[in-house]
């Protein structure tokens, strides 16, 4: 009864204005759709290893074609073996250390650095180039490498979906890894003094 009373006291302009003012929060609020995922997302790891600070960024490509959704061949067909790699999609990998770094037993002074690769079936030769802010490899220049290594390819009993570079939990190693095949480089801070 008290409530009649009260709508009944009200003209319809009041009204009309109390209906819009609870309802223009609700009006001022659009929904924004989030970007769309990228095909080869931008990944990274990183690890502190005694007082050096190390940082790989990549993108990571899936083993699903993007376009048809069918599963592709990686290494061999769409990674062809023998040709320098940028190690991911879109730009060239990148690996950041603050100070000196061992790969695979070989010194590389504190910088940041282009990773690629020149895959084989049974070793990879990784490559760390001078070059950084490079869209894929071409225009990889081997007169700027600082460090050329081999190291073991091996198949996995597991498949990686995702291309994935990370760092062993010990951070000895960074691991790669990509449909059935993993590589393992070495990675250690070299001493001061």
């Known amino acids: 009864m008290t ?20 309802a223009a929060p609700a009006l001022a609020q659009k929904s924004i759709p989030p970007a769309k995922a990228p095909v080869s997302p931008l990944e990274m790891t ?22 048809t959704g069918q599963k592709r061949v990686i290494f061999g067909k769409l990674v062809p073996f023998g ?17 000196d770094l061992e790969l695979a037993g070989k010194k590389i002074p504190a910088g940041t650095y282009s990773l690629f690769t020149i ?48 760092f062993d939990d010990k951070g000895t190693a960074l691991n790669i890894s990509w449909e059935n095949t993993q590589v393992s480089v070495p990675v250690r801070p070299v001493k001061k003094g």
């Not at 940082?55 to 083993?63: A, M, Q």
């Not at 490559?127 to 091996?154: E, F, S």
């Open 3 to 22: 409530n009649r009373r009260l709508t009944s006291h009200l003209s319809i302009p009041t009204l009309a204005a109390l209906v819009f003012l609870a």
């Open 119 to 166: 895959p084989q079936a049974d070793k990879w030769t990784l490559i760390v180039n001078k070059d950084v802010g490079q869209w894929g490899a071409y225009k990889y220049n081997k007169d700027n490498d600082v460090l050329r290594v081999d190291v073991p390819a091996k198949k996995s009993a597991d498949t990686y979906e995702a291309f994935t570079i990370a």
């Open 46 to 67: 990183a690890k502190k290893l005694d007082d050096t600070y190390v940082k790989v960024t990549y993108n990571s490509p899936r083993i699903q074609d993007p376009k």
């Open 83 to 99: 040709e320098v790699w940028r190690m991911g999609a879109n730009a060239a990998t990148e690996l950041t250390t603050t100070g």
